[in-house]
């Protein structure tokens, strides 16, 4: 990574309102702490409002904006591939902000990086996800935003139907399938639902709380176990 690079990358890790310790970032960069000692000390220097000090950690007053650094083609690429896998997978709604964010990060490349941006490399299919499967993601996208209870009736394996309230968690992909991670109030615990099972999704209009032991993270734990 180049010197100019590097500095950039401490400025935008410490602009996100974690503190960092010297080692945490050393290991991030794949450098050695006195790099980071000394990175930081340039910036410090050049005006970059860094609060911290050596041994406690360092932290980006919040009015600092960093400015923006020019993408490598392997950033470039990375986004491409996240762009066409949202634009294919997702959301009517998901699928057109990705496309319309690829444009406008087209519109300010140079010309050898626009001409590399219309090169994708990597594919995904969407002719084998149903509307069934893709059609509740908008929804549920909202209601784990405002973290709004969402009710619906599910058809089990079994081809049992049950009508549930979750606190929707998050969603995830697995290539043919999308599912919903949630806390289920009827069974009192996480439950995992596939979307294309889902039936009459709609919003109760009743907030559930940020409660410890019922968070994504909490939900992913449970599952891996």
Known sequence: MRRAERLYQIALLLSRGQLLTARELAGMLDVSERTI???????????????????????????????????????????????????????????LAAQTAMAKVSAVLPEPLRLAAQRETVLFPDFHLTSAMVDPIGVLRSAIAAREKVQFDYQGADGAVSTRVVWPLGLSNWGESWTLGAWCELRADFSTFRLDRMQEIRGTGEAFPDASGRRLQDYVAAITE
Not at 38 to 52: K, N, S, V, Y
Not at 55 to 83: K, N
């Open 37 to 95: 000692y000394r990175d930081i000390a340039e910036l410090i220097a050049t005006g970059a409002p860094i609060d911290g000090e050596a041994g406690v950690g360092y932290l980006m007053r919040s009015h600092y904006r960093v400015p923006p650094l020019m993408f490598s083609e392997v950033e470039l690429q990375a986004l491409l591939i996240g762009t066409s896998f949202v634009r294919s997978l997702a959301d009517s709604e998901l699928a």
